[in-house]
């Protein structure tokens, strides 16, 4: 063992073996990965080694994709056997809207290019798994690269193709401690200390205590999972092919061929939580006891799924454990405030995630951004706040127990919540607000006429659409209130405070008393920010931005830091309402003596509103004449009575962020995940147009490079046929038979009276007139594109 390697990665599973080898493979060959005991010894040993194609995050099924290629690429440089066996995968729809999500979780597949996938009728996928039983089948999904791997031979191979490539692998060296150093960490080993300028924690079952070695508190836990394998089913040997690996959602099980049995692994709807501070360090290649009465439903389905299981002995149980985030998905990245640490843990389904973990990884690392989008996976995505221990109890759990349950995208699910409410919360809740979250934080989604109104989960409209549609009446008619506490708010100040906005952000600053939007981009060009900055003339400004972004902006900023620079994150400290519609105005005035009804379109300055001190901008994301007014915390629910006070005799409604939605749609402003993502650029996006091309930003060189070779694809605006329900994000685009693009957000736009979508277009389909085909929840529909903002073209209400 040396006494410093550039990276020390800590665990031997299948992630920290394949970041090792990703590092190798791009250049940085002084690595090292520390194991505690020997290659596998976590949960990589026992898993099932399946790998399938579904993900609900399209970057991360791009990700998924990119490892099943990897994997006889590994295979061959190491010269040892991942005992491929690429079987093709079956997923099974069994109820009406699961057959229905389906359908567009195949589309999904064709935009983002994976192409060997196809619908398949009942009967279709009894022929190519003739054990199963189709009852209650309704149709399936068939990959063509789906099926499994011996997983000891995958991690080896992913550890001797690292070595080939001048890695190297310490086995029976537990990391014991970890110290911050000026220039990287170092770690004291069972065998000794060593220096390194990165550590990556890719301690699998461990990587709760190798976070706490940094003094961070990641939101993982272990959770215990069951598979069996069957004794030898007489009809597989009787087949001339393997069986599918094959998901039965409604069923909760998962199913590959093993030797001549199979394997029913079960996705256990009575979760059980496996020490949630981290394995014991002495754990080793051990298991936990079956527990068969907890899994009985499960087990049930399963055996009737795959009848021939109940004629048949179980040849072996495996209970083990692997990790979970909140959401199911890794924890990937750079953690903020601690140099040098990188995360690459709670990766659930290694086998399948861990290459494009490793190479998005080794690409950050090496490169300062990773090549794809990967905010779905980023460690960022989380706050401290998801350090709790119950909300990562309740959140993993509830992931756990859902994994194959369908989620439709107007559903609220319950764990974690409610954790941060703003102070009017109880009032608005009183007067019918029904709730969402983000980043913790409790947010209006809009007000029911009715305690007994129930919103049913569906993937067309909802019944809640006409309810929203009024809300969007009154906003555009009179005027509407909604709470904007799930903006973030950062505070700069110091000396050098617009020398660095100035830098950072790729548009020009403010005059003291404006506001500006302002794109904020990478070295590489692409978006970090759709952000709004506020220069209040007194030295301070203000960045406006998405909230559950909050830490993923911060750590930006931090790694991007300029001299004399004081920066705050108020988010929680302020909060506020916006106030919207052509009456705004009138209700603002009634409640303050200064000159607000003086400023200008994207003014903001400090007012007295009623009782309270606050800050306003004149600016709205509904497209409207609008205010947005920020006040304390403590300021919230007297505000909030003061305005609907004022407004009384306006009509004033409150509204949700839902209408806001739909009224921002109708402008063709877009979103951050949805048309503004760190995997677009800003003329793809047409953030372009605030870009002040005078001044040096980050990203400027890359950006100039752009405005010299315009990109194939840019956002354009369309006008969906109408039908029972909108685009949602993802769907793909013809235009006679070529596949064109995807939509990336869509809505109805109630004030239009139509089915609208934003889409990433190519150059040449993205002119207004243009005739497509889309398709929504498995419905083909006519689409044109048309000119950008259908309501109100001239902006005329806006600057009113
Ligand atoms: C029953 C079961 C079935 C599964 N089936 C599948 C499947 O079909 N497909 C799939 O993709 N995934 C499956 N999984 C999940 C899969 O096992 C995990 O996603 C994967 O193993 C995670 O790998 P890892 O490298 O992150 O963690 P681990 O495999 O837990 O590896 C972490 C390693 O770090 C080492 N370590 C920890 N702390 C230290 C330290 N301080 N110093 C040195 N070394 C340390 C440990 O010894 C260990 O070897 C299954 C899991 C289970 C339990």
Redesign the pocket.
């Known amino acids: 063992m040396k006494s410093h390697y550039r990276v020390v990665v ?7 073996a394949s970041v090792l080898y990703h590092l190798a493979k791009f250049g940085w060959t002084d690595v090292c990965l ?4 020997v ?6 040993w ?6 399938h194609a579904l993900n609900a995050d399209p970057n991360i099924a791009s990700l998924q994709a990119y490892t099943i290629d990897l994997l006889s690429e590994i295979e061959k440089e190491s010269g040892q056997s991942v005992g491929m066996h690429m079987t093709g995968g079956l997923t099974l729809a069994g109820t009406p809207d699961r057959w229905e999500w389906l359908q567009s979780a195949y589309r999904t597949f064709q935009s983002i290019g994976i192409e060997d996938v196809r619908l398949v009728t009942p009967e279709e996928a009894g022929e190519l798994c003739p054990i199963m039983s189709t009852h209650g089948i309704l149709g399936g999904m068939w990959a063509d690269r789906e099926g ?1 791997i011996d ?1 000891t031979g995958t991690v080896h191979a992913y550890a001797g193709a690292a070595k080939k490539r001048g890695a190297t692998v310490i086995e029976n ?4 401690e970890l110290h911050q150093t000026a220039d990287g960490w170092q770690a004291v080993t069972e065998k000794g200390t060593v220096t390194c300028e990165h550590v990556v924690n ?5 990587a709760k ?2 976070g706490r070695m940094a003094g961070i508190e990641l939101p993982v836990s272990p959770l215990n ?3 069996l394998i069957s004794d030898t089913i007489p009809a597989l040997e009787t087949l001339d092919f393997e069986v599918p690996m094959t998901v039965d959602l409604e069923g909760f099980t998962y199913m590959r061929q093993d030797q001549k049995g199979i394997l029913l ?1 079960i996705y256990e709807v009575d979760h059980d939580h496996w020490m949630m501070d981290g394995a014991p360090w002495e754990y080793g290649f051990e298991l936990q006891q079956e527990d068969t009465d907890r899994i009985e439903r499960e087990l049930t389905l399963g055996f009737e799924r795959y009848p021939a299981l109940q004629e048949v002995g179980v040849k072996t149980w ?6 979970f985030s909140p959401d199911g998905n890794p924890l990937v990245g750079p953690v903020r405030g601690k140099r040098g640490y990188w995360s690459a ?1 709670a ?8 290459g494009g973990v490793g190479k998005s990884l080794a690409e950050w690392m090496i490169h300062g951004e990773p090549e794809a989008d990967v905010f779905g996976m980023d460690v960022a995505r989380y706050g401290d706040y998801a350090g709790n221990k119950r909300f990562i109890k309740e959140t993993t759990g509830q992931f756990y127990t859902r994994r194959f349950v369908m989620t439709y995208p107007n559903e609220q699910l319950p764990a974690g919540r409610p954790l941060k409410m703003a102070p009017a919360h109880a009032d608005m809740t009183a007067a019918g607000c029904r709730w969402g979250a983000s980043y913790g934080l409790e947010v209006p989604l809009y007000f029911a006429p009715s305690a007994e109104f129930t919103e049913k989960p569906t993937l067309k409209r909802s019944n809640a659409f006409d309810i929203v549609a009024e809300e969007c009446k009154a906003v555009r008619g009179g005027v509407g209130l909604l709470d904007i506490s799930g903006f973030s708010r950062f505070e700069v100040s110091g000396s050098g405070a617009a020398a660095w906005l100035d830098r950072v952000m790729a548009s020009k600053l403010p005059a003291p008393g404006r506001a500006r939007l302002a794109p904020m981009l990478s070295e590489t060009g692409k978006l970090k920010g759709d952000l709004t900055v506020f220069n209040w003339g007194d030295g301070t400004w203000w960045i406006m931005g998405s909230y559950y972004l909050r830490e993923w902006h911060m750590r930006w900023f931090q790694d991007h830091m300029g001299e004399g620079v004081g920066l705050r994150d108020i988010s929680d400290a302020t909060v506020g309402f916006s106030l919207s519609g052509p009456n705004s105005r009138a209700v603002i005035e009634k409640l303050t003596d200064g000159p607000v009804s003086a400023l200008p379109f994207m003014g903001c300055g400090a007012f007295d509103i009623g009782l309270h001190r606050c800050k306003v901008g004149r600016l709205s994301v509904s497209g409207e004449l609008g205010y947005e007014i920020h006040c304390n915390a403590m300021d919230h629910a007297g505000l909030r009575r003061a305005l609907l006070e004022a407004g009384a005799e306006f009509g004033i409604r409150e509204y949700g962020f839902n209408a806001l939605l739909s009224l921002r749609l109708e402008k063709s402003f877009g979103i951050w995940s949805a048309e503004f993502t760190q995997g677009y650029t800003a003329a793809q996006t047409g953030m372009d147009r605030w870009i002040d091309w005078s001044k040096d930003f980050i990203g400027k060189d890359a950006a100039l490079r752009e405005r010299d070779t315009p990109p194939a694809q840019v956002i354009a605006m369309l006008e969906v046929a109408d039908g029972d329900s909108d685009a949602s994000g993802y769907e793909p685009i013809w235009q006679n038979g070529t596949r064109v693009g995807f939509i990336t957000s869509g809505g109805y736009g109630h004030t239009v009276g139509k089915s609208l979508a934003l889409a990433m277009l190519d150059r040449d389909a993205a002119t207004p007139g243009t005739e497509l085909m889309v398709h929504i929840v498995g419905a083909e529909r006519a689409a044109t594109v048309i000119p950008a903002s259908p309501y109100d073209p001239d902006g005329k209400a806006m600057r009113a």
């Open positions: 800590i665990g031997g599973g299948v992630v920290g520390m194991e505690r005991k290659l596998t010894a976590g949960s990589s026992h898993a099932a080694g399946g790998f499994y997983t060296n537990r990391v014991l890719a301690a699998g079952l461990w205590q190798v999972h069951h598979y692994g495996v209970n083990g454990a692997f990790t843990c990766v659930m389904a290694g086998f399948l995630q861990g």
